[in-house]
Structures are given as C-alpha cells and as structure tokens.
C-alpha cells in the first residue's frame, strides 16, 4: 500500500515495474517463484483473522473451516483443519505462477483447486447435511474443435486433475447454481465484469427460488423477508467477528531481526505503546520487507483481546539482494532499460543496519552508480556514493538546434540522507563533480566550441514533500521540493570570485471535480545567483518530467526538446486530465513563463507559454501515451510518444 511506503520506497516504486529478491549467489538464488509475493494478501488475511492467530482447530470456529491446498512436493490435496488460519487462508488461494507458495514443514502449497477445485466432499466429511454449490466453469465433453483456441490445451492439462473429481462433488450437491460466465475469466477484474458476474449471480439463484425456500424451511428458518430472526440466531450463536482496527498490546517481539534494527523499529514505529492501530503493525512489516530487505515478514497477535496481545513479528531472515528492473520506450530517447540491485548488510555489521546499491542505465544516458548507506537512527541515513554517467544531448536555442553536447561526468557523495518524517524526506550532502567534455558540435550556424574540463566541490540542500496517492494518475495529494545547492571550484570560491548559488522550487496539487476529472495546478522555477555559470550547470527546460536530462531541468508544456534559459525561469502550470475508462485517459496543460538573463531581469520581457493535449492508457509496465504541443519559446509543434515508467 503507498501509503504505508516512506517516500525513498515511492520514488523507487514509481521507476520499476518489477522487484525480485535474491537470496543467494548461484542456485537457488531465486527466492520469489511467482509472479506475486503476496504481502498485501498476507497482511489482509492476517488482519481479519485477529483474535484467532494462535495454531487452533478450525472446526472451534464460530463458524468450522477447512483449506484445501495441493501439497506440489508430492502433489496431493491437503485439507488443513487446524494451525493458523490466515497462513492456510494464504496457501489455499496460491495460484501456480501468479503467487508465491506457501512452505510449510516439508509442503510446498498451492492453490486447491488443483486437485480439488470443487469440495463438495470435505464439506460432507465435516458434517455438511446440505450442499449449495456455484460454479462458473463450462460443465461439457471436450471435442477436437475445442483445442482450437490458443490456450486450450494448457488449460485442459490444468483441468485434468481435478475433472473426475468434480463431476462426482458437483453430482452430490443438493443446489447447484451453474452460472454463464463468458467471455470472463478469473482475471476479469474490471468494473464492468465484475457487475456484469454479480447480476448473473442474482439471476442464477432466483431461478432456484423455489429450491432455496424449501431448504430453508426444511432448515426451520424464518420464510418472511423479515431476517431480524435469522440474525439474531447467528449472533446468540457466536457467528459475529468484527474486524479490529486497533488492538491492545501487552508486549512485543521479534523473531530473525538483527537487535539493531529491532531497535530501530520500536523506536520508530513507537512499539512501546498499550495501544497499537493495524496500520501501525503493517508499516514495520512495509518496513522490514522494503528497507531493510528481509524475507517474508508476518507478525502474530497471540494471546485474547482482555489481557492484551502478544504482538510477535517473524522474518525467514535477510535476502541476499533485491533487484529492481525497469524499461521504457520513447521518441526522444528510443528505448531504455534501467537495473538497481540493494545488497543488505553486506558487511556484516551488527550495530546499524547497511546496505550497498548499484545501479546501470543504458540508453543514450548511460548511467552507472554504487552507494553505501548506513542507518544511524530510525529517520536518518549516512551516505557514501560514487556515480558515473555518459550525456548526449542536443540543446536548443529559440527552437534551433544550436549544439550536440557530450561529456562524461564523474561524480562522489557524502552525506546525511533521508530525514523521513511521515512525508517528508530531507538530504544535506556534499559533492565532488568532475565533467570531462568530448565534444561540443556547433549546428545551424553555430561555431563549434571547445570546452576545458573542470570539477566542483558542491554543498546541496533539499527538502521533498509528497502525499500523492500516485504519481502518474493522482487523483489526490500535493508535492512539493526545494532544493539548494553552492558550488565552488575549492571549497570556499568558484574560479577566484564568491561561490555560485542556485534554488530550484516546485509545488503540485491535485484537485478532484466530479469522479472523472482532477485539475493539477503547480508552480516551479530556478534561480541562479551568478552571471556566468558552466553550461552543464545552466537551466534548461522542455519535456513533461523534471530532471529526465539534467539534474535541473524543469518541464514546459508543449515543448519537445531541451532548451537553454537565462539565469532565472520561473513558470505556473495548469493541467487536466478526464478519466475515459478505468485505463484510458486524455490530458491537457497550459503553462505560463517568465524568464531572464539575470535574476533581478525576470519580469523584463514577454512571457512565455505552452499548451499540450494527449492521450494516456494505463497498463502494467507504465503509461503508453501520445502528446502533441505548441510553445511560443520555439514557436514549433511538438509530437512525443512514450511506453514505461520514468526513470
């Protein structure tokens, strides 16, 4: 859940479309076998099972319960009836492929229904006198022309397993509700087919009125639509279970967690308290699964409700690493991959939680890093990094083409980072920066130039807001940053006269108007406080996103390219995007301009503006969407396509 995630775990979230633990070099490195690890699940079964966590038999439920899961070691069904109900819940429903196994002593368990897809049977064994059954599968005999379809014959593998068994439980179900749902699937998840599945529901059971009636009244039911009876029934019965949002705590404790980020962990997410919400539980699991790279996190509230729980949290230990992959296609840049692997406490410290990450970006940037952070407290993070990077970028000059720039850049930094307070986030660092220019290519009548290599000794601030529930499609929420930085060639001065200071600020909020529009109002700009500063150092605007080229580049509405600004830029946007469908939607900007050569020269000439209007569909690996612009800085339309996450 975003929300749950601090804004270093967001960031990263909005850059990868696929995150896959490591748990050691070589065979069998691969800890995560599906294509879902299912923490969420995990979390959600954990959180309606409070007051039954302890290993019980399930037939003392109020109501008695079995799981039916495939053991895929010897490939078997497994009718759990007892031990802990939100880890059988959790096992039962693994679909193969699609969510990770649930292990448990020598078992490796799967969903059910691969041996078992219809158990009529474990319901009589546990007592059942009378069986309503739905089913949403075809019931008929398979002909040639059925393998037709692309699909069909692995489908008809994964059904062969259970085909006899259910024909004998769907013959020995007293009411059998055969719904039609085609064209659905079980990953028809859309509004439209979910509504669509509920209305057929209905209309199923009405034609079985009669039957239902005369069960209930063989059951001694009420048979008027007054069920005030019927509840009650249920309640004195002990069929009521609320779901708790806040529980009572007599004492906490970890299980596979190094004492240092235990303590880190009470101290940040305030354990010591009698009294702890659920949300509160589920961020340090967000936090133990997603900062500090644990395996597997779960927690347990054991004991009952009027003496206070047991709040217990238990690990399967660290990963070896975990790496993150993302990709992306555009018309500027064509195509683009990035890879970003942690590596959690790989030295081996006992005191304070480490970890070493390496990052490479190949495209037309190429980017290669590797940073060592280490957790002094709960908020804070001391940082040590080195970073290499390759820049190709055409610059531009009122819409003409005037330079190629290329350069290496050569980068080390240190200090604190991550002062994470809710959603907040505060880094203090200092910089090393070294450019080694390769060309600088003049077109359109522009004199090539020749650019000595230098290196800056930098001082950097920054502050970042953001409580945006989504950073492609928010519908809620604002961010903001401010970001500082004075740079100098010794420490102290930049070339022999005072140091050059620059400020760049941005604020964005999300407004909502009706259920299918939002409004996106912002400001940004940078400042430079020195008349001459280094071109890679220079403000630079165009494209939608900040920093996509440079570290300071700021976006402008319908402007394609990377253009060169004066020492000041300072812009108001207005952007609106309606909702079409659940995944397609259309988009429009228009933004508002002052620039100038010096900073106290902004206000002197005439603005600038931009507008922009697209179409965006959203899909698993990130926005596909289409935008066409027009700016009065270029005087020129611009066309821009892109399939993928930013990064």
Same mark, same amino acid.
């Given at each position: 859940d975003r929300k749950q995630m601090n804004l270093e775990s967001r960031t990263r979230g909005d850059q990868y479309v696929y995150t896959l633990p490591l748990s050691q070099l070589g065979k069998g490195a691969f800890t995560q076998q599906a294509l879902v690890k299912g923490q969420n699940l995990a979390n959600l079964f954990t959180h309606l099972a409070v007051g039954f966590h302890d290993s019980i038999d399930f037939n003392t439920m109020p109501i008695p319960y079995c799981a039916v899961a495939t053991d895929m070691v010897k490939f078997q069904e497994v009718d759990m009836h007892s031990g802990y109900v939100a880890?059988?819940?959790?096992? $039962?429903m693994s679909i193969p492929g699609m969510f990770t196994p649930v292990r448990l002593d020598s078992m490796v368990l799967v969903d059910g229904g691969l041996r078992n897809n219809y158990p009529v049977d474990v319901a009589r064994s546990m007592g059942a006198d009378y069986v309503i059954g739905v089913n949403l599968n075809k019931i008929k005999d398979m002909t040639n022309a059925d393998f037709n379809k692309p699909g069909a014959v692995i489908t008809r593998i994964a059904e062969v397993h259970t085909e006899n068994k259910f024909r004998q439980n769907w013959a020995d179900t007293d009411i059998a509700l055969q719904i039609d749902a085609d064209p659905y699937?079980?990953? /028809?998840?859309?509004?439209?087919? *979910?509504? =669509?599945l509920i209305a057929r529901g209905e209309r199923c059971a009405m034609s079985h009125w009669h039957e239902l009636m005369a069960l209930k009244a063989r059951l001694g039911l009420a048979l008027d639509d007054d069920t005030t009876a019927n509840t009650a029934r249920r309640r004195s019965a002990g069929y009521s279970h609320p779901v708790l949002e806040t529980v009572p705590i007599a004492a906490v404790t970890f299980t596979h967690v190094l004492p240092a980020e235990e303590h880190l962990l009470r101290k940040k997410f305030h354990l010591e308290r009698k009294q702890l919400s659920i949300d509160q539980?589920?961020? *340090?699991? &967000?936090?133990?699964?997603?900062?500090? @790279? !644990?395996?597997?996190? /779960?927690?347990q509230l054991l004991g009952d409700h009027s003496n206070g729980y047991r709040l217990h949290f238990d690990t399967e230990g660290k990963k070896a690493s975990q790496v993150y992959l993302g990709a992306r296609f555009d018309s500027e840049e064509l195509a683009a991959i990035q890879i970003e692997s942690f590596f959690p406490n790989i030295a081996g410290l006992k005191k304070h939680p480490y970890t070493l990450e390496a990052k490479l970006r190949l495209g +037309?940037?190429? +980017?290669?890093?590797? &940073? /060592?952070?280490? $957790? =002094? $407290?709960s908020t804070c993070n001391l940082a040590l990094g080195y970073n290499f990077s390759y820049n190709d970028i055409d610059l531009y000059r009122h819409g003409k083409r005037y330079y190629d720039m290329r350069y290496y850049r050569h980068m080390a930094e240190l200090g604190f980072k991550g002062f994470v307070v809710s959603n907040f986030m505060m880094d203090l660092y200092v910089r090393w920066s070294y450019y080694r220019y390769r060309d600088m290519l003049g077109r359109n009548g522009a004199d090539s130039i020749l650019i000595e290599n230098d290196h800056y000794f930098s001082y950097h601030a920054r502050l970042y807001y953001n409580d945006e529930d989504d950073t492609y499609f928010t519908t809620r929420g604002s961010s903001a940053e401010v970001q500082a930085g004075l740079y100098t060639t010794n420490f102290v001065h930049f070339h022999g006269t005072s140091a050059l200071a620059t400020v760049m600020a941005r604020w964005r909020s999300t407004w909502r108007v009706g259920s299918h529009m939002v409004l996106q109002p912002g400001v940004y700009g940078r400042l430079i406080f020195k008349d001459t500063a280094p071109y890679v150092l220079q403000n630079y605007v165009g494209g939608p996103w900040?920093?996509? @080229?440079? %570290? #300071? #580049?700021?976006?402008?509405?319908?402007?394609?390219? *990377?253009? !060169?600004?004066?020492? /000041?830029?300072?812009?108001v946007d207005m952007g609106?995007? @309606?909702?079409? =469908? #659940?995944?397609?939607? *259309?988009?429009? %900007?228009f933004a508002v301009a002052e620039h100038g050569e010096k900073v106290k020269n902004t206000l002197d000439h005439t603005p600038y503006f931009g507008v922009r209007a697209g179409y965006v569909y959203r899909t698993i690996v990130g926005p596909l969407g289409a935008y066409v612009g027009w700016n009065s800085m270029s005087h020129k339309a611009s066309f821009y396509i892109n399939l993928g996450l930013v990064f």
């Open positions: 880890q059988a819940m959790r096992a $039962s699937n079980s990953m /028809s998840f859309q509004p439209a087919a *979910v509504d =669509t539980i589920e961020n *340090v699991i &967000t936090e133990l699964r997603g900062r500090l @790279y !644990y395996n597997d996190a /779960s927690y +037309k940037r190429i +980017k290669a890093g590797l &940073t /060592s952070t280490l $957790s =002094t $407290s900040f920093g996509h @080229y440079f %570290d #300071q #580049q700021l976006p402008f509405a319908g402007l394609g390219h *990377v253009e !060169y600004t004066g020492n /000041s830029f300072a812009a609106a995007r @309606y909702q079409l =469908t #659940q995944n397609n939607f *259309v988009l429009a %900007d």
